[in-house]
């Protein structure tokens, strides 16, 4: 499973960088980018949330939401930190390091128990549903979505392993 999350780790990084990207060549002023601002600060609170939890430590979070919006470049910025975060903590992990229980609080106060590994995985689904949403606001505004899908980062990742020519 680790060699799997180290793939999810990288292709995550690499699809929040598209994603980003894509958004700041509309600019600042667009509603998508408003809107996407506001999901994706959502996705990066989460993040922050459950690198603390899978560390065992608290965070400042009182809620999953900030009560204030971020530009799209301090956002930026703070996602792709986090991504590479994570993309390092998960290639330190072992087996048994990912099979560990953790207790932790929920930001709504309620106790939660889980592996490493499901806390993990939660941080992968959680944001390929919020980055889908963000892609559904652009395809709704007739804007091209990013090209973040998995396949695609394998096929660009590992060109030559893959029968392609790194583009």
Not at 65 to 90: C, F, K
């Amino acid at each position: 499973m680790n060699d799997t999350l180290r793939y999810l780790f990288r292709y995550k990084a690499w699809a929040n960088d598209e994603l980003l990207t894509t958004l700041a060549k509309l600019g600042a002023d667009s509603p998508v980018t408003q809107l996407a601002i506001k999901a994706l600060s959502h996705t990066y609170v989460v993040d922050r949330i459950f690198a603390a939890h899978v560390r065992g430590e608290n965070h400042s979070y009182s809620s999953a939401n900030l009560s204030q919006m971020p530009t799209l470049e301090e956002l930026s910025a703070d996602i792709r930190a986090s991504d590479r975060e994570y993309v390092d903590y998960v290639s330190t992990l072992d087996r048994e390091q990912l099979a560990e229980r953790i207790d932790f609080a929920f930001t709504d106060g309620g106790p939660g128990r889980m592996s490493r590994e499901e806390m993990l995985m939660h941080v992968i689904t959680h944001g390929i549903g919020h980055r889908g949403q963000v892609s559904a606001v652009l395809l709704l505004n007739s804007l091209t979505p990013a090209n973040d899908g998995f396949t695609t980062y394998l096929h660009k990742a590992e060109a030559s392993t893959r029968r392609r020519t790194a583009a």
